[in-house]
Nanobody
Framework: QLQLVESGGALVQPGGSLRLSCAAS????????IGWFRQAAGNEREGISCISISGATTTYASSVKGRFTISRDNAKNTVYLQMNNLNPEDTAVYYC????????????????WGQGTQVTVSS
């Protein structure tokens, strides 16, 4: 059974950077597309980035494009989300999710979810 664990969330000042990690256990991530999602208090879960099984295709929501970068290291069974130029609107719980099919920003496609990591952007 695939298990995902996010880490790297923290309190950071506006303009700062963080790198989130999504580590898998139980199963290799080689055959899974991975998505990153976030949910701010009172809001619906938002798909922000995803990466294909091969890593060749990445997709970003307009809210993070140009600031966030998704990558994967299958040797380490880990997917990363590099977040730069953070602003208070990025404050949320961030989740990674895995699916055996295509990479998409649609949360309903994903079968496996981590427990989330809190990112707070505040001065």
């Amino acid at each position: 059974q695939l298990q995902l664990v996010e880490s790297g969330g923290a309190l950071v000042q506006p303009g700062g950077s963080l790198r989130l990690s999504c580590a898998a256990s139980g199963v290799t991530l080689d055959n899974y597309a991975i998505g990153w999602f976030r949910q701010a208090a009172g809001n619906e879960r938002e798909g922000i980035s995803c990466i294909s099984i091969s890593g060749a295709t990445t997709t970003y929501a307009s809210s993070v494009k140009g600031r966030f970068t998704i990558s994967r290291d299958n040797a380490k069974n880990t997917v990363y989300l590099q977040m730069n130029n953070l602003n208070p609107e990025d404050t949320a719980v961030y989740y990674c999710a895995a699916d055996l099919g295509i990479a998409t920003l649609r949360a309903g496609w994903y079968d496996y979810w981590g427990q989330g990591t809190q990112v707070t952007v505040s001065s």
